[in-house]
């Protein structure tokens, strides 16, 4: 008898069914050596991410983890089930932060599938995931959806399904807040935080460019998608991608959503807590050596139901390779300017 194979090769686009339920492995328990290792590969300095002193006077019972260290782990408990065998991760929608991070918290994930669109060419179909982060008490911290487009085994095979689902535009402002305890602002310290501006001083359409720039090291992007225990083919195996249209690794997306949130802070630097994001296209492929510049538009000011404490401003953030951006790179008529690599629509809660 022949033995069974043990290695899995991941799913195919015509694996996935409409509705199907996935568990992940594996569970993980997140450790300040986490947050270290994470904060040194992007360096961002958020006060109450940074400091336990100071989340305690401001309102939490120690430092959380940076909220997109938390979607980085839960997406990575998700890419050996859905995305190993993705060409690219293509999109974000209704992404909800509901309960704060700690160190010390185990994390799980389980994903449903609702949707299912198979491409034109026959070698490759969208798929729809909603997916969900769960604390070791059993509550959920996360819940998002991405579509992705994965490989098909057999291009003959027929499409599993077709469906694509109705997403929200955004997030409302009502949904807000769950991930947040109540601020004291009267102790929040703006010199400590890194900037005087609080959520009355900013402006809808207001615009802002984050100055610096981070150019990518190839082992910096690996380091970090192995932090999240992302197996994404594409972002480790040269042999391999060195064969394929790229014919190099490909940087994990959420790498420059992280360096994009870092530069970020020259600007907006009291803007500590990511509630939601709202939408997001990874615009253009990302590679080591190149440098990437950042800048946001503010596009609504919101109150936070039932809240005096903080304010939500909905933020547009653009990333860019190898361009500065004083003139704020967006369109060239209908298309995105070709230096642009990630558009990144979200709520962020700041101290009024």
């Known amino acids: 008898m022949s033995p069974v194979p043990k290695t899995s090769p991941g799913n195919f686009f ?9 568990r992940h492995a594996t569970p993980r328990t997140v450790t300040v050596g986490d947050v270290a290792l994470y904060n040194g590969l992007f360096g961002a300095r958020f006060a109450v991410q940074s400091s336990d002193t100071f989340a305690q006077k401001t309102g939490y019972p120690r430092s959380p983890l940076d909220d997109v260290l938390v979607f980085h782990i839960v997406f990575g408990k998700t890419v050996p089930d859905i995305s190993l065998n993705a ?17 010390g918290s185990t994390l799980t994930a389980v994903s449903e599938i609702i949707g299912l669109r198979e491409n034109s060419t026959k070698k490759t179909g969208i798929v729809y995931v909603r997916s969900r982060g769960f604390d070791e008490t059993g509550d959920t911290v996360l819940d998002y959806v991405r579509w992705v487009m994965v490989r098909k085994r057999d291009e003959a095979a027929p499409a599993p399904g077709e469906k694509v689902p109705d997403l929200p535009k955004y997030v409302e402002a009502s949904k807000l807040g ?8 009267a102790v929040y310290d703006n010199i400590l935080a890194g ?7 900013y ?3 207001e615009k802002i460019d984050h100055v610096d720039g981070v150019t990518v090291e190839e082992a910096e992007h690996q380091i970090a998608t192995r932090l999240y225990q992302n197996t994404a083919r594409i972002h480790f195996n040269q042999f391999t991608e060195s064969k394929g249209r790229f014919e190099r690794r490909l940087i994990y997306g959420g790498h420059a959503i992280s360096l994009a949130r870092a530069l970020s802070f020259n600007g907006l630097g009291n803007a500590f807590q990511v509630a939601a994001i709202n939408g997001g296209r990874h615009v253009a492929p990302l590679f080591a050596g190149c440098t990437v510049f950042a800048w946001s538009e503010v596009l609504a000011c919101a109150d936070v139901h039932g809240r005096k404490d903080v304010g939500a401003l909905r933020v547009r953030t653009i990333a860019t390779k190898d361009r500065p951006c004083a003139d704020f790179p967006l369109k060239n008529g209908d298309d995105y300017d070709p230096a642009v690599i990630l558009d990144l629509d979200y709520w962020v809660l700041l101290p009024h």
Not at 96 to 102: A, H
């Open 203 to 205: 402006r809808v359409g």
């Open 14 to 22: 015509e694996d996935f069914q409409l509705g199907q339920q996935i």
């Open 178 to 185: 769950g991930a947040c305890p109540k601020i004291d602002g």
């Open 87 to 103: 060409v690219a991760n293509l999109g974000y929608a209704d992404c909800r932060f509901l309960k704060p991070v700690y160190p």
């Open 195 to 201: 900037s005087p501006y609080r959520f009355g001083d």
